[in-house]
């Protein structure tokens, strides 16, 4: 008996209140104001977590230390409409080019000063090439799990 | 929290192993054990903290016990995914319409 592990991807829809412009901007010009602090890599805080404005761009963070870490790296860049990241942190949280995982957001206008938000996190099994990606993937949430219910307190504050 | 519970039992190296192999295929504790670094009685801990935290089954099959992945406990993994993206594009939707509100760019 073997068990084949194949995870859905990670859907999310929502409106937000603005232009597909704005979100555009903020979502990655503005990363560093929304991503949760403590949600990185490296032995020192978080100082800024950067998405570079062009294809081929990188998708990185500097922390406190000035010591920067990639994450992986821009894959479309189509203002305002679409944003395809490469997420390449393996089990590990280290960077690793050769993982591919794709993080794809598309903004769209839907009505005056609004935008709907499709969100997608895909190819999760990359994380492994057997039936342990689920491990290695939880291996790789873990660092954040651990801190999740007190930033939850504080969202929800 | 179930979740933080999973992760936390994986964060331990040889418990992931240990894991990593039940994930091909159901075994009974002597096999796991053997080739690992640590001690029978060791990896009976590793697989008690496993199965605590959801992640793993066992269930007898004649004199010894055989553990095996419980796909419960691997959805739950999925939905902490699934979460923790919530709670950051949570982040985002309000700095976005923080913005949006200051610069008066409203329906």
């Given at each position: 008996m073997s068990q084949t592990i194949t995870p859905a991807p990670i859907r999310k829809s929502f409106t937000v209140r603005a232009t597909p412009q704005k979100a555009f901007e903020v979502f990655t010009a503005g990363h560093h104001l929304w991503w949760p602090k403590s949600h990185s890599i490296g032995d020192a805080p978080l100082r800024k977590a950067i998405i570079e404005p062009r294809a081929g761009g990188r998708w990185y963070s500097i922390t406190e230390d000035d010591v920067e870490h990639d994450w992986g790296d821009v894959l479309v860049w189509e203002p305002p409409a679409r944003l395809v990241l490469a997420w390449r942190l393996n089990g590990q949280f280290t960077y690793d080019p050769d993982l591919l995982t794709e993080v794809d957001v598309r903004f769209a206008e839907a009505g005056a000063g609004l935008t709907r938000v499709d969100f997608e996190h895909r190819g999760l099994e990359a994380f492994g090439d057997s039936a342990a990606a689920d491990a290695i993937r939880a291996g790789m949430n873990q660092g954040w799990g651990l801190i999740l219910d007190s930033f939850q307190t504080v969202a929800n504050a | 929290m179930t979740n933080a519970l999973?992760?936390?039992?994986?964060?331990?190296?040889?418990?992931?192993?240990?894991?990593?192999?039940?994930?091909?295929?159901?075994?009974?504790?002597?096999?796991?054990?053997?080739?690992?670094?640590?001690?029978?009685?060791?990896v009976s801990q590793h697989l008690k903290v496993l199965k605590e935290a959801g992640l793993v089954t066992d269930r007898p099959e004649g004199t010894r016990r055989v553990y095996q992945i419980d796909p419960q406990g691997l959805g739950q993994i999925r939905a902490w995914l699934d979460q923790f993206w919530d709670v950051t594009l949570d982040a985002f939707k309000a700095e976005v319409e923080r913005q949006a509100d200051e610069e008066g760019d409203k329906p």
């Open positions: - | 999973a992760f936390a039992a994986l964060a331990d190296p040889t418990r992931r192993e240990v894991f990593e192999r039940l994930a091909r295929g159901p075994l009974p504790v002597g096999e796991l054990a053997h080739g690992l670094p640590v001690s029978r009685p060791a």
